[in-house]
T-cell receptor
Framework: EAQVTQNPRYLITVTGKKLTVTCSQN?????MSWYRQDPGLGLRQIYY???????DKGDVPEGYKVSRKEKRNFPLILESPSPNQTSLYFC????????????FGSGTRLTVV | AQSVTQLGSHVSVSEGALVLLRCNYS??????LFWYVQYPNQGLQLLLK??????LVKGINGFEAEFKKSETSFHLTKPSAHMSDAAEYFC???????????????FGTGTQLKVEL
């Protein structure tokens, strides 16, 4: 089944403890992206990647890192999480261009205390 | 630059009634337009998309949307609401780099649809 898989689905952590949210897609998509969703703000793009080893900042990149060493994987790294990063995170992938729309993962609900 | 405005963060309809969710966009080049649905505790699922072909687009679950360039709108409709339609709906706009767009997908802030008996 074609899908974007994120892990974990739920995560509670403490301020300052490094964490990684994994994302993997099995559709051979070029584009991958991370979004965060907050009430009243919709989806905001954190980082995106056009291909292996090519990443760029989205609208809200502060406090996050990403890497794209393989085409299928696009992990999101929080080096020192803070409470304002408590949010619902989505990974997404697209075949060719972001403009053509994304396939989304099921989401990761992160709580930083 | 492009943007999306969804009028009404919450919409409530009776089961069997018409569903109308409003979306207006701003784009300096021919847009692509999308509607996504998010059910509780799930990711976003594509309902339908407009990519410069037919202006009336039919999607899954009986939803459709009409692209109206003169009104810069892409409203989502369904003739008869069902309880299972209760979800959050997101409109999004993008523009292809081949037509002068920036290739960026921009989302609206969402409309929560409630369906009442």
């Amino acid at each position: 089944e074609a899908q974007v898989t994120q892990n974990p689905r739920y995560l509670i952590t403490v301020t300052g403890k490094k964490l990684t949210v994994t994302c993997s897609q099995n559709m051979n998509h070029e584009y991958m992206s991370w979004y965060r969703q907050d009430p009243g703000l919709g989806l905001r793009q954190i980082y995106y990647s056009m291909n292996v080893e090519v990443t760029d900042k989205g609208d809200v990149p502060e406090g996050y890192k990403v890497s794209r060493k393989e085409k299928r994987n696009f992990p999101l790294i929080l080096e020192s999480p803070s409470p304002n990063q408590t949010s619902l995170y989505f990974c997404a992938s697209s075949f060719d261009r972001e403009a053509y729309g994304y396939t989304f993962g099921s989401g990761t609900r992160l709580t930083v205390v | 630059a492009q943007s999306v405005t969804q009028l009404g963060s919450h919409v409530s309809v009776s089961e069997g009634a018409l569903v109308l969710l409003r979306c207006n966009y701003s784009s300096s080049v021919p847009p692509y337009l999308f509607w996504y649905v998010q059910y509780p505790n799930q990711g976003l699922q594509l309902l339908l998309k407009y990519t410069s072909a037919a202006t009336l687009v039919k999607g899954i679950n009986g939803f459709e949307a009409e692209f109206k360039k003169s009104e810069t709108s892409f409203h989502l409709t369904k003739p008869s609401a069902h309880m299972s339609d209760a979800a959050e709906y997101f409109c999004a706009v993008s523009a292809d780099i081949l037509t002068g767009g920036g290739n960026k997908l921009t989302f609206g802030t969402g409309t929560q649809l409630k369906v009442e008996l």
